[in-house]
Every structure is written in structure tokens, then in C-alpha cells.
């Protein structure tokens, strides 16, 4: 537990509540320049659950709304040493994986994962919203340790096809989560597949653009909810409930495939003092006072 600090009127700072540790989310993802995808969704989507955010990055993109105009991989040693750095001090809780950048990435980072204990959720990023491809075919080779070691792997349809289909993937993962967004038709299902069994969940298809991101969102809100002691189900069942409400209050940026809104179209911290007010000020109160 620590201390949360709320400053007063009179510029001293006084205690009014103290709060859990956040539980250690590990990102090793690629940076999309337009913040819809990649890591800027995955820190969002992190926090706005109650985790805290770590990133090792792997590759550098500059891309918006309308597609992926460049992409620079990092290169393996670096992208190693921001992973130690943080398990060295930090530590983590859960760990999840987008866009490896590279097949010698891929195998680095599987080496690694096999000396820790910790859930891992594997979103095996190939091609972005807008179509433009993110993994040649040697790191797609390199993602079955990955599968091996993930305890849930996330592919879209086309993803999934590109690894072989469905029961190759279930042979190589403990568990997997197969999303229907690619698939036709006014309703969605999702199917999270165990070894002991099957759950679906189906919601409708909303009718926006603002789909830039979704996957690595729930890859994100489901290791979140891992890294704070969630059963699976439990996990995916709120990261599904978070993909649908960030859709709905998506703001409508850029020209193409825009990004969600993780924000909810508020702001949490205004949220927060309401809720703590001894003056009985509502958000708005607080958001008047500073806009």
C-alpha cells in the first residue's frame, strides 16, 4: 500500500487515501506513431484498468489513421535490455506480446520467458488494421515458441489462418482466444478454447471506423487482468466489455481507421477527486474549475 498525496488549496499537500500496488504489466510491443495500436493503446488500456505500464519496444512506425507509412525494427540487444531493466528492479506480473519485430527478437524473448513464471498473453501481430504487414515470414517461423510458452494467444481470423488454423494453434497453446472481428455478418463471437473446454461471447458489430487498436487492447486488458489474479474467463470477459465501451466512446480522429476511446470521453482524475470530495464537488465541478 502507499500513500496518495491530493494537493490542497493552500498549495500543502495532504493525505486523503491510500492504495493498493498496481499489478505489473509487462508490454513488449511496437510504438504506432498515431497512438491508436501498439504500445500508446496498450499503456492506456493498462492503466485505465488499474495496472501499471512497462514497455520494452520493439519496433518504431510511423503510421496513422490511413496505414503504416515506415517502420524501423529496434534492434535485439536493445529491446532485451529495456525487458532487464525492468524485471531487474520493477518486476512484473503478467507480460503481454504485440509486434516482435524480427525473428531474432522473437527467439530472444522466448528465451527469456522460459525462465520466468509469470501468465503471458501472445497477440500474434502481422498485419495492421489499415493491411500493412508488420511480421515477414521468418518472425511468423519464429512465433511457435511463443505459442509454446503464452498461456492465452490472441489471433484475429487472418492471423490465425496464417499459423496454420485453428487446431495447429491449439496444438502449440495452452490456450486460445479466437476473435471473429474479421468475420462477416451483424454479430461478433469470440471463443476462448481450453483444454478442458469451450466459452463464447457474442455482441454486436457497431457501425464505426474507429477500429485501430482493438486487438492489442484486449491482449493488453486481459494480461492486466491476469497480472491481478483474474481467472482467464473473468479476464477475457472484461477485456471484452472494455474493447466494446472504448468503441463506443471512440472520438473519431484522423481519415481512416481511427483510434478507440480508451478515455472513455472523460476525465478519470476529475472522477476521482469527485468521488473523494468532502465539498461534494461532481467531475464537472472540477473540470469547470480547470477548463
Known sequence: MRRLLHPARNGMAKIIMTVPRPARILIVAGSDSGGGAGIQA?????????????????????????????????????????????????????VKIGMIGSAETAHALADRLETLNLPVVFDPVMVATSGSVLADADTIAAFRRLLEIATLTTPNLPELAALGGE???????????VKGGHGEGPVIEDRLVERGGEQRWQHPRLDTRSTHGTGCTLASAIATGLGQDMPLADAVDRAIAFVQAALAAAPGLGQGHGPMGHGMGMVPFYHLLAALSREGWDAAAFAARWG
Open 42 to 94: 496498450d499503456i492506456k488500456t493498462v492503466a485505465m484498468l488499474g495496472g501499471h505500464p512497462m514497455t520494452a519496444i520493439t519496433a518504431i512506425t510511423a503510421q496513422n489513421t490511413l496505414g503504416v507509412q515506415a517502420a524501423h525494427p529496434v534492434p535485439t540487444a536493445m529491446v532485451m535490455a529495456q525487458i532487464d531493466s525492468v524485471l531487474a528492479d520493477i518486476g512484473a506480473d503478467a
Open 167 to 177: 487446431a495447429v494453434v491449439r496444438h502449440w497453446t495452452r490456450a486460445l482466444l
